[in-house]
């Protein structure tokens, strides 16, 4: 007997395990590891979605299985390879099977049992007594909805709870059919074409025919010549109507044919040659030692620690090219859509049209194609954001993660993987080399460079010999001291001004959205917070509303203070709406633009105003992080950072290390081209160690420091971190739920001879933002401080995962983060 052990779709820890189902003979060369099937489940045997995980086989034959009722895939949809990396991940980040499996196949595939309802009998008002209002609804409602309708839209209409019994008793009566059809989200698109049926020598009796049916005649002779065109571009350019394409249709002439249209993310956007540079010597000795290794075809992971503008992009694509020349391919990632547009041309330019991307701006059906494209091995490349780390390749030579520091590539839903460690784990999988490359690498990263985990490579010079912009820390207590009350310091108003004069471009980078972060109370001090989060709104001028940037809530501005009536209702901090609306009435000739999360939400926005930057059609760019990395302008010449402090002052272990990051990237976007770069960085503390390094370029001062605090305090990298997250509606019950397990994680330890818990169980402590979406926060951190981190995971493993229902009850929300690059 031929078993399957499979997962199925269902999204909860008590069904996280695998079941057996008894294949069925005439399935058992259809059924494999990696395919989906479907199977009847539970008490009810409801229909479900199921992955196939392992196949065995058992001599004892075990009448209590249930069978595998279908096989809805062809070839398994998981490669060997990722069935690995889901049991991995599964171990790894203490996640759900079915959560690690959804990353590898897109969401909108996923297939769900819908119950389709068919009135048989007509004469059911014979059958059905007046007395019985509810089945008779239930049927005038299936009349109304056309004889048929599927459940869930029968529910929309009829609002009793009770209609999956009277659907039973309508079943028993033989007055309605059920029909179970499976559906997902998305379909293959596709076109009607049309196409030719004649052979040559019935050719000149059928046109002879045709003498008086001259648009008939016209429309075979296109077809001739093209043999196979959609119905669209024939009648086009023919000029004829479908009554005449259905004549030949009718007459055997031709045939229609569906075919399958690619959605295509490109559009038809047509990409400018991308020429090869010959490269420098850093580059060149770059390229020498990791072509070696794809060479070898050997797992190697190599960091590129690179100055801003030192050519790591070109050191990619010539990499990529020998990888190509192996028959091998490359998944490229980016941690920013933004960024997708300016690598995706240069690839495209470079290599050609085998190149998909993967990102979350994508639609559902430009998603599923994209994924389709590149499990059909019609792609050598991809380039994406996070996900694109899972793309179905079969024969992978190269994994590239460019800005490797930053912290998009940590997902925050579950699974809360780290695309850098995925990476990592699937290079060693598919002996595939992994580059990170960076101007400001990851502590983590450059520390395991050093202990020789990882091959570091260092580029101290720009590709294009230009210098490294010039850094002016503008001290702004001291512009307050002399009288300046402005956002903008003298200095950075007379440098964007000469910028202008000299037909130059400006970037202003600010990390906040909107036009006022506070709108608070000068007569009583009172603050206008999100009444479902605890979080201040953001005053966003264009919409003249307030707005909670965690839950989205929306309220009208007030003009008197609703604690005391005073009217001394002001807006304080500053967002780069409120940037962009002072540049105009200080340059009121200048051609501004803004780009944020409010700018660019519509599709294709990011590339827009990149390309009109690019095209010199804007004078001055405002923008938050979006804008901090990878962009290369070489018209650029001025970059102010308004308020360097905005991610100093954070309460999170990471904060000069993010600051430190921030700087020196959009620093770099200036001086790219032939004239000299200068960046203006206005701060309240010139004298912290990460601004003072920042404004020298030199990474390694600020690496000496930060290391010596991480040390001390038994942070990343020498330490590793477990956050556990709890929140519910009952900030009482939250609390003690969270006590409850922190108690039993601390009895576990101790039991396994760790006495000293203070510095390895933090809390738990209210999260720095306590509520959101009206949901109260707390949160218990875990140190491997003397203790094996797999220790610390088996606890957290038996209480929240084996014994999940007995420590967090319903109302409860619990999420286990290994290694968060926040604790915020």
């Known amino acids: 007997m031929q078993i399957a052990q499979v997962i199925v779709n269902n999204n909860s820890y008590q069904t996280d ?70 049991f991995w991940m599964r171990n790894q980040y203490l996640c759900k099977y079915i959560e690690a499996i959804h990353c590898f196949i897109p969401k909108s595939m996923v297939n769900k049992e819908r119950k389709k309802i068919t009135l048989l009998d007509h004469s059911w008002e014979e059958v059905l007594p007046s007395s019985q209002k509810k089945l008779r609804n239930i049927i ?64 000149q009796p059928i046109i002879s025919s045709l003498k008086r049916a001259k648009k008939q005649k016209i429309l075979l002779e296109m077809l001739k010549e093209v043999k196979e065109i959609s119905v ?43 020429y090869k540079f010959e490269p420098n010597e850093e ?26 503008g030192s050519g790591k992009t070109e050191i990619y694509l010539q990499l990529i090219e020998k990888v190509l020349k192996k028959g091998k391919q490359a998944i490229v990632l980016v941690p920013e859509i933004s960024l997708t547009p300016q690598t995706v041309s240069r690839f495209m330019g470079r290599f050609g049209e085998r190149i998909a991307v993967l990102h979350s701006n994508l639609s559902d059906g430009e998603r599923y194609d994209e994924w389709r494209r590149i499990l059909r091995q019609e792609v050598d490349i991809v380039i994406g954001a996070r996900s694109a780390i899972f793309a179905p390749f079969k024969n992978l030579g190269m994994i590239v993660i460019d800005e490797e520091h930053e912290h998009t590539y940590k997902s925050e839903q579950t699974p809360r993987y780290n695309a850098i460690h995925i990476a990592e784990y699937r290079s060693h999988l598919e002996n595939s080399v992994l580059v990170l490359g960076s101007a400001t690498p990851s502590l983590e990263s450059y520390h395991r460079a050093i202990e020789g985990d990882f091959t570091l490579i260092t580029l101290k010079n720009r590709a294009m010999k230009s210098n490294l912009p010039t850094v002016e820390v503008i001290n702004m207590a001291e512009e307050f001291h002399h009288g300046n009350t402005s956002i903008f310091s003298t200095e950075l108003l007379k440098a964007m001004a000469d910028t202008l004069s000299n037909h130059h471009q400006t970037i202003l980078f600010l990390n906040r959205r909107g036009h006022s972060s506070v709108l608070s109370c000068k007569a009583c001090g009172y603050t206008v917070k999100c009444q479902y989060c605890d979080i201040t709104m953001t005053f966003h001028s264009a919409e003249k509303r307030l707005k909670c940037h965690y839950c989205g809530n929306v309220k009208n501005i007030v003009k008197s203070c609703p604690e005391c009536h005073s009217e001394e209702i002001k807006y304080a901090g500053i967002g780069t709406q409120q940037i962009e609306d002072l540049v105009k009435v200080n340059f009121p000739k200048a051609k501004v633009q803004r780009m944020d999360m ?57 904060a000069a290390e993010k600051t430190f990051q921030l700087v020196t990237q959009v620093a770099g976007r200036a001086g790219r081209g032939l004239e000299e770069g200068k960046v203006i960085l206005q701060t309240y503390e010139p004298n912290h160690y990460s601004i003072v390094a920042s404004t020298h370029h030199d990474y390694e001062s600020f690496v ?13 990298p020498f330490a590793n971190l477990l956050l556990l997250n709890f929140s519910g509606k009952n900030e009482k019950q939250v609390y003690a739920i969270a006590n409850s ?19 390895i169980l933090l809390g738990p402590n209210p999260s720095m933002i306590s509520k959101i979406k009206e949901s109260y926060r707390y949160q218990i951190l875990l140190k491997d401080i003397g203790i094996p981190f797999s220790l610390l995971k088996k606890a957290v493993k038996y209480l929240l995962i084996d014994n999940r229902s007995k420590y967090i009850p319903q109302g409860i929300t619990c999420t286990i983060d290994i290694n968060p690059l926040s604790i915020i």
């Open 17 to 86: 395990k695998l079941f057996d189902y008894e294949i069925p003979t005439d399935l058992f060369r259809k059924v494999k590891r990696g395919i989906r099937v479907m199977v009847p489940f539970g008490n009810g045997n409801k229909r479900l979605e199921a992955y196939v995980l392992n196949v065995i086989e058992s001599n004892s034959r075990n009448s209590k299985l249930k069978k595998v009722l279908a096989v809805i895939d062809e070839e398994p949809i998981l490669s060997e390879d990722q069935l690995r990396l889901v």
């Open 140 to 203: 005038t409602t299936l009349q109304a909805l056309g004889g048929s309708a599927y459940l869930d839209l029968l529910m929309q209409h009829i609002d009793y709870k009770e209609i999956n019994e009277s659907i039973k008793v309508l079943l028993e009566k033989n007055i309605i059919d059920i029909k179970y059809e499976l559906n997902s989200k998305i379909n293959i698109k596709t076109e009607q074409y049309v196409r030719i049926k004649i052979e040559e020598e019935q050719w």
């Open 232 to 274: 669209k571009e024939l009648l086009e350019r023919s000029n004829t109507s479908r009554s005449s394409l259905n004549s030949l249709q009718e007459k055997g002439y031709i045939e229609y044919i569906d075919v399958e249209i690619s959605r295509n993310p490109f559009g038809d956007k047509k990409f400018d040659p991308f």
């Open 283 to 308: 580059q060149k000795k770059a390229i020498d030692q990791i072509s070696a290794s794809i060479k070898n075809e050997s797992s190697e992971t190599y960091l590129i620690h690179g100055v801003t």
């Open 598 to 654: 409010d700018t660019t939400s519509r599709k294709g926005a990011h590339e827009k105003i990149l390309e009109s930057f690019k095209h010199q059609e804007i004078d001055i760019l405002i923008g938050t992080q979006m804008i901090s990395k990878g962009l290369d302008f070489p018209n650029v010449t001025l970059v102010g950072i308004i308020s360097a402090d905005t991610t100093l002052n954070l309460p999170d272990f990471r």
């Open 704 to 716: 000496k420091d930060e290391l010596m605090i991480r040390k001390e305090f038994h942070y990343p």
């Open 741 to 759: 397990v922190a108690t039993n994680m601390k009895y576990i330890l101790y039991s396994e001879g760790f006495k000293e818990l203070d510095a």
